[in-house]
C-alpha cells in the first residue's frame, strides 16, 4: 500500500522528531500539507473541534456525493459476484503513540490481511511528523489539518486529519464497513465523510471516555459536555461492538444505544508472542533484582497514567514492602505519569523494592510477563485489557479490579484474583499472593498453568473470524445483498 506517487521529501527531512517505536517502519509517506500549528490543551480550545469537523466534511460534499455514486457501482458489481467480498475500514486517532487500541490493531490487521480478508487500518500522524506516512505496507497514519495536546492526557493528543488523502485512499481502496474505535475528532469527521460517501458506519467501544473524562479533567461543565458528545457519536455509529459486560451496560444506560444495537465480542491477540518458555531466561536481571535478592515479583506494564489507579496501586504497594524485603514491583510502559511515580518512590522508604523497565517489546516485554510471579491491574477504566491476557498467556496469575474487561478475563480464583478498589483488600491478596509463591508451589504452578489455558479463548483466529462474519451479516443487511 502506498501514500502518494508524487510525494515530494528532501533527503534532509526528518519524518519525526520521536525516538522510533519498536516494529514499526515507515513504507510510503504522503506529500507535505498545511496543517494548523498544534496548540496546547484547553476547554474552550476544544469547542473548536465541532465547528472545524463539520466544516471540513461540508466543504468536501461535492467530491464525497462524487465518491458515493462510484462506490456504488464498484459494490455493485463486486458484490453480485460474490456477497461475501466485503472489506472494512478501521480507524483510530491513537495509533501513533504506543497503547493497548493501537498495539491490539496493529496485530489484528496484518493477520486479518494474511488470511485472505480485506482490512485495512488508518489514523492521524502524530503532530510531530512533517507529514502523513505509511508503516509496514499497511497502517495508514493521515497528515493532519488541526491537532491539540489531549486535556488532562500528556503526550497524546485529539487530531482531525486532512479530508481529499481520505477521499483518495477510499477511491483507490473501497471499503463496505469502516469501523471507529474511538469517539475521537478524526472519528467524527470520518464518520460524517463515511455516511455522505454512503458507507456503512460502526463503531467498537474501546475507550471509556466519560470515566476519563471525570477522572483527568477538572472542570465539571467539560463532563456533562463530553458525555452528550459521546451520545451523540455513538448514536451515529451504530451498531457498537462491546468488549465485556460492563460496558454494553454502559452502552445501553449511560450512552443511551438500544440494546439491540450493541455487540459483545472478545478481542484477540497474537498469543504466540507470549510463551511460558520465556519464564526464566534472564530478562528480569536486566531491569530488577535477582530472584535471590527477592524472591516474589510482581509487576504492573502499560500505559503508566493516572486513570489506570496507579496511584491507589503505589498506596498498597509502599504499605505491601514496608513488611516485606523479598518483594519486588516492576514498572513496565511509558506514560506520563511516570517520571511522578519515580520520584513518589525515590523519596520512599521502601524505593528499593521498585523498578522501572520502560518501555519494551518483543522477547524483552514478553520476558518480563513471563518472569513476573503475579500481574497486578487495577484499572477501572479498561474495556477489554490485552495486558491481562498477554500475562496469562506466559502462565502470571493476574490481580485486576471488579469492574471493565479484566475481570471478565480473569474470570475465577484460578486464573488470579477480582477484587474491589479497597486498599485493605488489596493488601491482603498481596500478602495471600505471597504466602503461595514462597509456601504452596504445587498451588502456584497449578494457577499458572490454568491462567495458560484461560488465555488460549482469546486468539486471534477465534477474534478474526467472528468480527468478519458479523461486518458481513452487517454489509448484507445495509446494502440488501
Not at 453480485?80 to 467480498?85: E, G, H, L, R
Request: proline share 5%; with cysteine; glycine share 6%.
Amino acid at each position: 500500500m502506498t501514500a502518494s506517487n508524487s510525494t515530494k521529501l528532501k533527503a534532509t527531512d526528518q519524518l519525526d522528531t520521536r525516538p522510533g517505536i519498536f516494529g514499526r517502519t515507515v513504507t510510503s509517506t504522503f506529500r507535505k500539507s498545511f496543517g494548523i500549528k498544534h496548540k496546547p490543551p484547553g476547554n474552550i480550545r476544544t469547542c473548536w473541534i465541532p465547528p472545524i469537523v463539520f466544516g471540513s466534511a461540508l466543504i468536501n460534499i461535492p467530491k464525497l456525493l462524487k465518491l458515493r455514486s462510484y462506490l456504488k457501482k464498484e459494490r455493485k458489481a463486486r458484490l453480485a459476484k460474490d456477497p461475501n467480498d466485503i472489506s472494512v475500514l478501521y480507524y483510530s486517532d491513537n495509533l501513533d503513540e504506543t497503547n493497548g487500541i493501537a498495539n491490539n490493531l496493529r496485530n489484528v490487521i496484518p493477520y486479518m490481511r494474511a488470511h485472505g480478508l480485506k482490512a485495512g487500518l488508518m489514523g492521524s500522524a502524530f503532530n510531530t511528523r512533517p507529514c502523513g506516512v505509511v508503516e509496514n505496507g499497511y497502517c495508514i497514519l493521515l497528515p493532519r489539518m488541526f491537532s491539540m495536546e489531549q486535556l488532562g492526557y500528556a503526550n497524546s493528543e485529539l487530531a482531525i486529519p486532512r479530508v481529499s488523502p481520505v477521499l483518495r485512499l477510499l477511491k483507490r481502496y473501497p471499503v463496505d464497513i469502516i469501523e471507529l474505535e474511538t469517539p475521537s475528532p478524526g472519528a467524527w469527521l470520518i464518520a460524517l465523510c463515511g455516511k455522505i460517501a454512503g458507507i456503512k458506519v460502526m463503531s467498537h467501544y474501546r475507550t471509556d471516555v466519560p470515566q476519563y473524562t471525570r477522572t483527568l479533567v477538572k472542570a465539571k461543565w467539560m463532563h456533562f459536555y463530553v458525555l452528550k458528545l459521546m451520545q451523540i457519536f455513538y448514536w451515529m455509529a451504530r451498531p457498537v461492538i462491546s468488549p465485556c459486560d460492563d460496558y454494553s451496560n454502559a452502552l445501553i444506560n449511560e450512552l443511551k444505544v438500544p440494546e439491540n444495537q450493541v455487540r459483545l465480542m472478545p478481542r484477540g491477540l497474537p498469543l504466540e508472542r507470549f510463551q511460558a518458555s520465556m519464564r526464566g531466561q534472564g530478562t528480569w536481571e536486566k531491569f530488577g533484582c535477582t530472584r535471590e535478592q527477592r524472591p516474589v515479583r510482581f509487576s504492573f506494564i502499560g500505559r503508566i497514567s493516572k486513570e489506570k489507579n496507579l496511584e491507589f496501586l503505589n498506596r498498597v504497594w509502599k504499605k505491601f514492602a514496608a513488611k516485606h524485603n523479598d518483594v519486588e514491583l516492576m514498572y513496565v510502559g511509558y506514560g506520563w505519569y511516570l517520571d511522578e511515580i519515580k520520584a513518589e518512590f525515590a523519596k520512599s522508604d521502601v524505593k528499593d523494592s521498585v523498578n522501572f523497565a520502560g518501555e519494551q517489546g518483543g522477547d524483552n516485554l514478553a520476558g518480563l510477563y513471563a518472569d513476573s510471579d503475579f500481574f497486578l491491574f487495577p484499572s477501572t477504566t479498561d474495556t477489554f485489557g490485552n495486558v491481562v491476557v498477554e500475562a496469562m498467556s506466559t502462565g502470571t496469575p493476574a490481580i485486576v479490579s471488579n469492574y471493565g474487561g479484566p475481570r471478565n478475563i480473569v474470570d475465577s480464583e484460578k486464573h488470579g484474583m477480582i477484587l474491589p478498589i479497597d486498599e485493605e483488600k488489596w493488601l491482603q491478596a498481596l500478602e495471600d499472593c505471597r504466602k503461595m509463591k514462597l509456601e504452596n508451589a504445587e498451588a502456584y504452578e497449578q494457577m499458572r498453568k490454568d491462567c495458560q489455558i484461560r488465555s488460549t479463548r482469546y486468539t486471534l483466529e477465534n477474534s478474526s473470524k467472528s468480527q468478519f462474519e458479523y461486518f458481513r451479516k452487517v454489509a448484507k443487511e445495509y446494502y440488501k445483498v
